[in-house]
């Protein structure tokens, strides 16, 4: 899957995912407790799917090189948000507010992203 490609992919994925959570928070309150709701509310589940399949499928993809370039920066992104989650653990116990669990995705997310552009500059 070429880069340009992958990018189509991944932004009408994000598009999807946006409109998903946007219809699920919009109405999933409102609903009796059930299986619709529970349904409801896990609706913005199926384009995460469909995103880590066009995720694992560009990384299938890559020359040695990017996976390299990947795997590093996703090492540095799961330790940065252990690291991370696990101190603010012990901040919340000093009286923090509790953050939920919906904050572990843009963190690794964000440092994954910070680390791959600064991998790929580095073997440039």
Same mark, same amino acid.
């Given at each position: 899957?070429?880069?340009?490609?992958?990018?189509?992919?991944?932004?009408?994925?994000?598009?999807?995912?946006?409109?998903?959570? $946007?219809?699920?928070?919009?109405?999933?309150?409102? !609903?009796?407790?059930?299986?619709?709701? =529970?349904? /409801?509310?896990? *609706?913005? &589940?199926?384009?995460?799917?469909?995103?880590? $399949?066009?995720?694992?499928?560009?990384?299938?993809? !890559?020359?040695e090189?990017?996976?390299? =370039?990947? /795997?590093?920066? *996703?090492? &540095?992104?799961?330790?940065?948000?252990?690291?991370?989650?696990?101190?603010?653990?012990?901040?919340?116990?000093?009286?923090?507010?509790?953050?939920?669990?919906?904050?572990?995705?843009p963190?690794?997310?964000?440092?994954?992203?910070?680390?791959?552009?600064?991998?790929?500059?580095?073997?440039?």
């Amino acid at each position: 899957m070429s880069p340009k490609r992958f990018l189509m992919e991944f932004a009408v994925v994000m598009v999807v995912y946006i409109l998903c959570v $946007v219809v699920s928070s919009s109405f999933v309150r409102s !609903m009796p407790d059930g299986a619709a709701r =529970i349904a /409801l509310a896990l *609706l913005p &589940v199926i384009p995460m799917i469909a995103m880590a $399949v066009s995720i694992i499928r560009r990384l299938n993809a !890559m020359d040695e090189m990017g996976r390299k =370039i990947q /795997l590093d920066a *996703l090492a &540095v992104a799961f330790v940065c948000t252990a690291l991370t989650t696990f101190s603010y653990g012990f901040l919340e116990t000093a009286g923090f507010p509790r953050l939920s669990a919906f904050m572990v995705w843009p963190i690794m997310g964000g440092v994954w992203c910070v680390a791959t552009i600064i991998g790929t500059r580095r073997y440039e």
